[in-house]
């Protein structure tokens, strides 16, 4: 689990492609105080395993599901990537839940500046627009950050100089694609008010009338 709160701007430095996969080595030196094999590195908001290492290296497996789903298919040798390790229970919780697990990919339209911020304008598919809403939360390329406007098919973040300044967004232009997750609480509410059950394709118990009925 991760909180969306980027600690720094790592380098890759390495990538191996496979037939449907990759292998990926990053370089930083923030997160390396104290990572270790099989910890979880959030990398530009997907979650990866390390599965080797060095005093300034992490290399990470990346399976065809997440090719598929996410724009790190789009990495090449030198690209910038946004670094967080897995939230601790004893610190500071700055961002919102974000486990790393990505929705979907959406792409930067147009970038406007508003005084001493800049606005990203992003489109995306309707299935992930439908759990966005307006002064919510949403992670951009690992990015905790809160709507500004939603329509049937694009949202607006507005992103202050520092968080421009410490994440990767500071060299992304219009036409970029980025990776998108949404706040997994809108999902898990959706589930119990359409009210299936997943393994046996009935009704569940938990209905609109049922919350009501106890107080939701």
């Known amino acids: ?21 990759s292998r990926v080595t990053i370089r930083g030196t923030v997160i390396f105080s104290d990572l270790k094999l099989g910890d979880s ?8 395993t390390v599965s080797a290492m060095t005093n300034e290296t992490f290399t990470a497996d990346v399976m065809h599901e997440t090719l598929n789903y996410t724009a790190l298919k ?8 946004n670094l967080e390790r897995a939230m601790r ?10 486990s790393g697990h990505i929705d979907g990919t959406g792409t930067i339209r147009k970038i406007t500046r508003d005084d001493n911020a800049l606005i990203y304008n992003i489109a995306t598919q309707s299935d992930i627009v439908k759990y966005v809403v307006k002064k919510g939360s949403i992670a951009i390329d690992g990015i905790s950050l809160t709507v500004t406007h939603v329509d049937d098919l694009t949202f607006s973040v507005s992103i202050i100089p520092h ?19 949404v706040d997994m609480l809108a999902k898990y509410i959706e589930k119990l008010l359409l009210g299936k059950d997943n393994k046996t394709d009935k009704q569940s118990k938990i209905t609109p009338a049922f919350l009501i009925k106890n107080g939701f």
Do not use: P, W, Y
């Open 163 to 181: 968080t421009l300044q410490e994440t990767i967004l500071v060299d992304k232009k219009a036409g970029d694609v980025v990776n998108l997750e």
């Open 89 to 98: 229970a004893d610190g500071r919780f700055g961002g919102h839940l974000v």
């Open 41 to 48: 590195v959030s990398t530009n908001g997907v979650c990866l």
């Open 1 to 21: 689990m991760f909180t969306g709160i980027i600690e720094e701007i790592g380098t890759v430095t390495g990538l191996v492609n496979g037939t449907k996969s």
């Open 74 to 81: 789009g990495l090449t040798s030198g690209t910038k990537v």
